[in-house]
């Protein structure tokens, strides 16, 4: 398991770079932050362009938003795209 907690730009090729370090049947956990993408941005475009993004390496199993209790968050729980 990666546990991904990061406030930065480009945390959807964050995740990318440390797949790996994932095994085949390993879980990526992320905790994406629109404001940390882009401050100006609406939080769900930030949102569908990370998962947009990510789906060119995982398989997204589970996304959420984490709202009430990190505002303009969104959770992920993907596995690595075989390839």
Partial sequence: VIIQDVATRG???VAMLNKQFLADDGQL?????ARSEDVTADPD???DSVRDELSSEYDLLETARLD???EDHL????????S
């Fill in 75 to 82: 959770g992920i729980v993907a596995r690595p795209r075989k």
């Fill in 45 to 47: 475009a930030v949102f």
């Fill in 11 to 13: 945390q959807a090729r």
């Fill in 68 to 70: 009430p209790y990190h």
């Fill in 29 to 33: 956990l992320a905790a994406i932050k």
